[in-house]
T-cell receptor, first 112, second 117 residues
Framework: GDSVTQMEGPVTLSEEAFLTINCTYT??????LFWYVQYPGEGLQLLLK?????DKGSNKGFEATYRKETTSFHLEKGSVQVSDSAVYFC???????????FGTGTQLKVEL | DTAVSQTPKYLVTQMGNDKSIKCEQN?????MYWYKQDSKKFLKIMFS???????INETVPNRFSPKSPDKAHLNLHINSLELGDSAVYFC????????????????FGEGSRLTVL
């Protein structure tokens, strides 16, 4: 079935460092791809998305490009802040579009 | 106004008890979900309802029974609670389908942390 695989955490960075969180997908066709973020003690919220190949999603300084050649949707940010500390989930629709399947989540901790 | 609200936020109970979690969304969405998040943050879908009709039931023990009285509400009742049921349960809603070209966004509640002792 359709699935996503993301890098294991935790990832610990210093403030202003460059962030990459890898995500690759397995799917029939070219589904929309999503990154969700979960801040401590909260539910998940959509960070960004891309609906077709070569699209770039961006929000709050984060970017991810939908690359069908490498079946990837890596999350990047040029300069992380302490407030970016959270768990990040890659996701795609599955089950005929009736649900989102999430990756295992990557915990990011940003230190001063 | 909170878009997706769940109650209670915390629930501590003994093994063998029965408990319920309630969820309401005011977004006008047709589809609602229950996800379970374990201690390692892994998220797994349990159920999905579309316009009060069950469309996904992901091999969840039948001790778990969802109920959707209308498309704005989805409740989760758990019978005979076990230690392994301890988790955070998230309710979510969306416009369906989640296929390419649709808004494709799930809106999550803040979660209900269930601890079974």
């Amino acid at each position: 079935g359709d699935s996503v695989t993301q890098m294991e955490g935790p990832v610990t960075l210093s403030e202003e460092a460059f962030l990459t969180i890898n995500c690759t997908y397995t799917a029939t066709g070219y589904p929309s791809l999503f990154w969700y973020v979960q801040y401590p003690g909260e539910g998940l919220q959509l960070l960004l998305k891309a609906t077709k190949a070569d699209d770039k999603g961006s929000n709050k300084g984060f970017e991810a490009t939908y690359r069908k050649e490498t079946t990837s949707f890596h999350l990047e940010k040029g300069s992380v802040q302490v407030s970016d500390s959270a768990v990040y989930f890659c996701a795609l629709p599955s089950g005929g579009g009736n649900k989102l399947t999430f990756g295992t989540g990557t915990q990011l901790k940003v230190e001063l | 106004d909170t878009a997706v609200s769940q109650t209670p936020k915390y629930l501590v109970t003994q093994m063998g008890n029965d408990k319920s979690i309630k969820c309401e969304q005011n977004l006008g969405h047709d589809t609602m979900y229950w996800y379970k998040q374990d201690s390692k943050k892994f998220l797994k879908i349990m159920f999905s309802y579309n316009n009060k009709e069950l469309i996904i039931n992901e091999t969840v023990p039948n001790r778990f029974s969802p109920k959707s009285p209308d498309k704005a509400h989805l409740n989760l009742h758990i019978n005979s609670l076990e230690l392994g049921d301890s988790a955070v349960y998230f309710c979510a809603s969306s416009v369906t389908p989640l296929t390419s070209g649709s808004p494709g966004e799930l809106f999550f509640g803040e979660g209900s942390r269930l601890t079974v002792l």
